[in-house]
């Protein structure tokens, strides 16, 4: 069965410092997609980054990459120079690609920035 | 270019009632997705739509969930009979195309079982 893992229930960052949280995924499809998604307290979930299990190289996004490495089956995304406003909770999901690719989702990490 | 839309917002009611809400998603988007969230949780997969067909429900969905899609544009989710443990946000989301598109999100609906 497919799974996600985020192991960081919460994390606090001082302010500009780089952020990377943890995700691993568990799947046997050869062909999966993997996503990061912020949800502020104010409860819209937003889109972040995309990364292809067949992607050679690692997807980045203004201040967000994603560091995926594919053996170890993780994919963790690093925040550069964090401001205030990256304050929220972050999901990693990943597609099931046989089921009209629905979301699965990890349990998330709470980020808190420091000013 | 206008982005999913959920209403309403929030949603409070006494036990056994029903609800229903509503989810507009972006215009060229043909598939569509509703997914339920409790706090602390990430999101759980309830139902999927292409175009007008519902094409998979997850077990999560009990006979008390019902949702439409009619003419593949706005969709709804009803909640026959509501259960405390019903109170949750619900999510709408929806993509475009083929393959690993990212599904974008409305707001949510956050329902509240008094």
């Known amino acids: 069965a497919q799974k996600i893992t985020q192991t960081q229930p919460g994390m606090f960052v001082q302010e500009k410092e780089a952020v990377t949280l943890d995700c691993t995924y568990d799947?046997?499809?050869?062909?999966?997609?993997l996503f990061w998604y912020k949800q502020p307290s104010s409860g819209e979930m937003i889109f972040l980054i995309y990364q292809g299990s067949y992607d050679q190289q690692n997807a980045t996004e203004g201040r967000y990459s994603l560091n995926f490495q594919k053996a170890r089956k993780s994919a963790n995304l690093v925040i550069s120079a964090s401001q205030l406003g990256d304050s929220a909770m972050y999901f990693c999901a990943m597609t099931r690609r046989n089921s009209n690719y629905q979301l699965i989702w990890g349990a998330g990490t709470k980020l808190i920035i420091k000013p | 270019d206008t982005g999913v839309s959920q209403n309403p917002r929030h949603k409070i009611t006494k036990r056994g009632q029903n609800v229903t809400f509503r989810c507009d998603p972006i215009?060229?988007?043909?598939?569509l997705y509703w997914y339920r969230q409790t706090l602390g949780q990430g999101p759980e997969f309830l139902t999927y739509?292409?175009?007008?067909?519902?094409?998979?429900k997850s077990r999560l969905l009990s006979d008390r969930f019902s949702a439409e899609r009619p003419k593949g544009s706005f969709s709804t989710l009803e909640i026959q009979r509501t259960e405390q443990g019903d109170s949750a946000m619900y999510l709408c989301?929806?993509?475009?195309?083929?393959?690993?598109?990212?599904?974008?999100f409305g707001d949510g609906t956050r329902l509240s079982i008094l």
């Open positions: 215009s060229e988007h043909n598939r």
């Open positions: 989301a929806s993509r475009s195309g083929e393959g690993n598109q990212p599904q974008h």
């Open positions: 799947t046997s499809d050869p062909s999966y997609g």
């Open positions: 739509f292409q175009n007008e067909a519902q094409l998979e």
